[in-house]
Each structure stands twice: as C-alpha cells, then as structure tokens.
C-alpha cells in the first residue's frame, strides 16, 4: 500500500516562504511500480483543485501561470520524495496543497492527506 506523507505547511506572511515535503513509502518503487510524475495541487475554499507543479522522471517542469518565478518543484528519487520551495508568498496562494505521486501501473497517482498553506495579509 502506497502511503504519502506530506509536511512544511503553516501559516506565513505575505512575502515569506514555506517548503513543502511528500515522502513515498509503503513499497518497492522498481519495475512497473516506478515512480513516475510528481506533483502537487492545491484547493482553496469552494474552489476546484487544481495543479500548482509537476515533475516528470526526467526532471522536466510544468507550473501553474500565477506561481511561475515563486514556486520550485524538484524530487530526490533516492528519498522517492518530492519538495516545492514557495517563495513570495501571497493570499491568494492559501489553500490546502496535496501531493500526487504517479506510478508506471497508476498514471493516476495516489494523493496526500493535504497540508494546510495560509498566507495572512
């Protein structure tokens, strides 16, 4: 059973910056169990969840517009954990952030339990 473990959320400042951490386990990540595409996305309040970063195998990127120059996604596949660096942070960045972590049998991925990110004003 795939478990994801996320942390680094909290309340912060506008302008300040939070990590956030997810951290695979649970099984053996070879074969057709490999870890794929890492991800994270995020809902806010009455709002749909949508993607804030992902990073394939190959270390490729994609953001979402409004966090482009702000947030940075990266992974230590040794760790099979995957990091976003928030730097800049505004209000409107508040919502509840969930990793994703793809595998080579589960193009869908499995899903976090979700760290809150509040950006005070």
């Known amino acids: 059973q795939v478990q994801l473990v996320e942390s680094g959320g909290g309340l912060v400042q506008a302008g300040g910056s939070l990590r956030l951490s997810c951290a695979a386990s649970g099984i053996i990540f070879s074969g057709i169990f490999s870890i794929n595409a890492m991800g994270w996305y995020r809902q806010a309040p009455g709002k749909q969840r949508e993607l804030v970063a992902v990073?394939?195998?190959?270390?490729?990127?994609k953001y979402k517009d409004s966090v482009k120059g702000r947030f940075t996604i990266s992974r230590d596949n040794a760790k099979n954990t995957v990091y976003l660096q928030m730097n800049s942070l505004k209000p409107e960045d508040t919502a509840v952030y969930y990793c994703?972590?793809?595998?080579?049998?589960?193009?869908?991925?499995?899903w976090g339990q979700g760290t809150q990110v509040t950006v005070s004003s």
């Open positions: 994703n972590v793809g595998l080579l049998s589960r193009p869908a991925g499995y």
């Open positions: 990073i394939s195998n190959g270390g490729s990127t």
